[in-house]
């Protein structure tokens, strides 16, 4: 009997160990679409905001990128315009608020 029970948690412990491993390997796909969207978001809104603004030098995100309460994704950016360094907040169709 003592061998059964051996078994039965050896066989409850690698199931453990496969469940575990599924979570991880899920969380870390998931994770990675999140950076990848949000990247693809930025580029998104740098380019909108290039087309309003002329004269950006530099833009730098200062986040990765957050949805508002009304479900507009906007991210915090300081620019760089002819020299000058502003802090901006941009969405995807460009500048929302600035200096």
Request: glycine share 12%; charged share 25%; no cysteine.
């Amino acid at each position: 009997m003592g061998e059964k029970n051996n078994k039965s948690i050896l066989i409850i412990s690698i199931i453990i160990i496969f469940i575990l491993l599924v979570i991880g390997i899920g969380r870390k796909a998931y994770t990675s679409s999140k950076e990848n969207e949000n990247i693809e978001r930025q580029r998104t809104a740098a380019v909108a905001f290039k087309k309003i603004q002329h004269g950006i030098e530099k833009i730098k995100f200062n986040e990765s990128g957050l949805y508002s309460g009304s479900g507009i994704w906007y991210v915090g950016v300081n620019v760089i315009i002819d020299g000058k360094s502003y802090k901006e907040i941009a969405e995807m169709i460009g500048i929302v608020l600035g200096e």
